[in-house]
């Protein structure tokens, strides 16, 4: 079924591109749901690695911790466990790098061709599929976007906190601080957020495009945060 909805989207998509050019056209309500299917089975194939990998990783960790246990004596089942842990992690990264570049491809089509269509027209979960490959997509292609994703955050076709992620993201891999405070990394084996400019307003401009608490948003990491004092 999806191998037939695949074709079917790029049929559709050559027909639509070799009679158009220029600026983004709109299509017809069945187009609409010929994307909608195509950008459902994008976002299936770009969260299912990455949630094992979320699962391999807290294994790691439990692992990890196990063997640091001065009481513990480490056995060949504990270096079995690792290297196991160790080979699924790289054979589900290469999975994901593999899905990106498919699912990018795709994606900047349907953008270029179409612009960012909302969820009024693709439903919330394709609509949220153009930002998940985009955000995946590495700087240039963030870069490249995001004037597009602010544009249709102004007309309610994107989602203002997933915007703001968006641009957080860009700002750490330029080596400048964040803004929203969403990108976390880790350092020395624990999870910590990233600088964030004028930090002690930062929950007023989370809560203006509709984000939780930086306080709330730590908790899911174990970090325990408290907003700088005034």
């Keep these: 079924m999806k191998k037939i909805i695949n074709i079917l989207f790029v049929l559709v998509m050559a ?3 070799a009679c158009n050019s220029g600026s983004p056209k709109q299509t017809t309500a069945v ?5 909608m299917q ?3 089975s994008i976002h299936f194939n770009d969260q299912f690695y990455r949630k094992r990998i979320d699962s391999l990783e807290k ?3 439990h692992y990890s911790n196990v063997l640091l246990q001065s009481s513990h004596i480490a056995t060949k089942q504990d270096s079995d466990n690792v290297k196991k842990v160790s080979d699924d992690l790289n054979t589900s990264w290469s999975a994901v790098n593999k899905s990106d570049a498919s699912n990018l491809i795709k994606v900047k089509t349907i953008i270029d061709t179409y612009g960012w269509l909302g ?11 153009l930002f998940l490959v985009i ?7 963030q870069e ?7 544009e249709a955050a102004k007309n309610k076709k994107a989602d203002p906190a997933e915007l703001a992620l968006l641009i ?11 803004i929203y405070g969403s990108q976390i990394k880790k350092e020395s084996g624990k999870f910590v957020i990233c600088p964030i400019i004028d930090e002690v307003n930062v929950n007023k401009r989370r809560s203006a495009v509709g984000l939780s608490s930086l306080e709330e948003y730590a908790k899911n990491w174990n970090i325990n945060y408290k907003l700088p004092a005034q």
């Design 135 to 141: 955000q995946h997509g590495g700087l240039a292609v």
């Design 15 to 17: 027909v639509f591109v």
């Design 38 to 40: 195509q950008l459902d």
């Design 119 to 129: 969820a009024d027209v693709i439903g919330s979960q394709a609509n949220q599929t």
């Design 144 to 150: 490249k976007y995001l004037p597009i994703m602010k």
């Design 168 to 178: 957080d993201r860009i700002e750490v891999s330029n080596n400048r601080p964040q």
């Design 59 to 61: 294994l790691s960790q």
């Design 31 to 35: 187009n609409y749901n010929l994307i």
